[in-house]
């Protein structure tokens, strides 16, 4: 059971403080729970940490590492950035939208492509 009652943990990649986090797809995760309005733990994990997050089962004939963000939702586990949010967006289509309809479906992907890529700075 996680702390205040929340069932939601993602893994977020982090650096050599556990306060540095480095890959913009755990931001766009970070800023669609945020947005939703979702409570979540945030756990940090390295790349040498292979183990804590094997349990996302990951296909590792198409990549070569595990990777994160991975969000475990309850009994859901959810890998891959923009699979999470469409996975937030659907199960929580009471919260407000990520996306808007179809159309803001594909202009989400290109803005959060063209802005979370190229920053090296968080947003919040």
């Not at 766009?28 to 939703?36: G, P």
């Amino acid at each position: 059971m996680m702390p205040n009652g929340v069932h939601r943990k993602l893994y977020d990649l982090a650096g050599a403080e556990d306060d540095r986090r480095t890959s913009p797809y755990c931001w766009r995760i970070r800023f669609a729970l945020a947005h939703k309005g979702l409570e979540y733990q945030c756990v940090p994990w390295r790349r040498v940490e292979k183990d804590l997050i094997a349990f996302s089962r990951q296909d590792l004939e198409h990549l070569p590492v595990h990777q994160v963000p991975v969000l475990v939702d309850d009994d859901t586990v959810v890998h891959d950035s923009w699979s999470i949010a469409e996975y937030l967006d659907k199960t929580y289509g009471d919260k407000p939208s990520l996306f808007g309809e179809a159309k803001g479906r594909k202009k989400t992907g290109m803005f959060l492509d063209k802005t979370c890529l190229h920053s090296n700075v968080p947003w919040w």
